[in-house]
T-cell receptor
């Protein structure tokens, strides 16, 4: 069964350092999402791509976070510089091109990257 | 955007039905209700979704009230492996399939 791949699974860094997370969505999925999940809370959408274009990055702290999906396939989320409050699980999800009115558009999630900032 | 309200936690005996409620009183007519669950340290997993009618699949049943302001996820025979956080989500179809997760319900299935 096809899965969303993420790496690394765990990352420990010191504050002010740069970190990067990688996501490979399910083949053929046009939509890719990055979520941040703080311990004890539900996932919060950071950025959403449709193919290579960003369609929503309203919750992305753009002073330190950046995301790209250059060829419309895999994606990288970067934090520079990392802060203590960035410690969280970073989840990637993908879905097929269901369009705006699709009745069924399941998001498939990867295992996540757990970031600890010291 | 419609928000959801769920109890923080629930207990269920193994082998019994688990009924997880969700309130979504501001839901609009074209917004779908989705349920996902997240087992500790894993990514969320899709369970079921619906618009107006009750739905059933191999994992669970979804009961949506006639006014669509609330719904209940039913796990007919809970097992220890069903212990997880369950999220009720309202999907906005005109907003690129955006999901808004709340804090979910922690279901504890006990032997």
């Amino acid at each position: 069964e096809a899965e969303v791949a993420q790496s690394p699974r765990y990352k420990i860094t010191e504050k002010s350092q740069a970190v990067a997370f990688w996501c490979d969505p399910i083949s053929g999925h046009a939509t890719l999402y990055w979520y941040r999940q703080i311990l004890g809370q539900g996932p919060e959408l950071l950025v959403q791509f449709q193919d290579e274009s960003v369609v929503d990055d309203s919750q992305l702290p753009k002073d330190r976070f950046s995301a790209e999906r250059l060829k419309g396939v895999d994606s990288t989320l970067k934090i520079q510089p990392a802060e203590l409050g960035d410690s969280a699980m970073y989840l990637c999800a993908s879905s097929s091109r269901g369009g705006r009115t699709s009745s069924y558009n399941e998001q498939f999630f990867g295992p996540g990257t757990r970031l600890t900032v010291l | 955007d419609a928000k959801t309200t769920q109890p923080t936690s629930m207990d269920c005996a193994e082998g019994r039905a688990a009924n997880l409620p969700c309130n979504h009183s501001t839901i609009s007519g074209n917004e779908y209700v989705y349920w996902y669950r997240q087992i500790h340290s894993q990514g969320p997993q899709y369970i079921i979704h619906g618009l107006k009618n009750n739905e059933t699949n191999e994992m669970a049943s979804l009961i949506i009230t006639e006014d669509r302001k609330s719904s209940t996820l039913i796990l007919p025979h809970a097992t220890l492996r069903d212990t997880a956080v369950y999220y009720c989500i309202v999907r906005v179809p005109y907003n690129f399939n955006k999901f808004y997760f709340g804090s979910g319900t922690k279901l504890n299935v006990k032997p």
